[in-house]
């Protein structure tokens, strides 16, 4: 049963979860922008998607480049969740995934640290 909430309260919890980041971690992240969408056009399912250079990644030829992008994608997450319980541990998961891809870590490793 999809979750109904809107799009300011949903907003609302991408910000908390990147509250929570500790601070090391959130000054360490670079050019990165953090964007709420309703649904990957090519994934419906996809609940989040990061778009960049990884922070691992980079060398000295690293300037003047558009930022990276993470979509936290709404639809797709309050589809899987039953109560806003559920959607905000969804969130958390989701953000906390996506920043790991941006600091260069791969899949494999978050499945292994259970943040799969």
């Known amino acids: 049963m999809t979750v109904e909430m809107t799009r300011a309260r949903f907003e609302e919890l991408v910000g908390e979860s990147l509250d929570l980041l500790p601070p090391e971690f959130a ?3 670079d ?3 953090v964007l709420v969408e309703d649904r990957n056009a090519e994934e419906p399912s996809l609940l989040g998607l990061y778009q960049g250079i990884a922070l691992t990644e980079r060398n000295s030829d690293y300037s003047g480049v558009m930022p990276d992008h993470i979509f ?5 997450i ?3 969740c039953s109560d806003e319980e ?3 541990e969804e969130v958390a998961i989701t953000v906390v995934h ?3 891809h ?3 870590i791969d899949d494999a490793k978050l499945h ?3 943040w799969g």
């Open 98 to 100: 996506e920043i790991a």
């Open 27 to 29: 000054r360490a992240m």
């Open 112 to 114: 292994e640290l259970g």
């Open 31 to 33: 050019n990165v922008v």
């Open 102 to 104: 941006h600091f260069g």
């Open 72 to 76: 936290i994608y709404r639809e797709a």
């Open 78 to 80: 309050l589809d899987i």
């Open 86 to 88: 559920d959607v905000v």
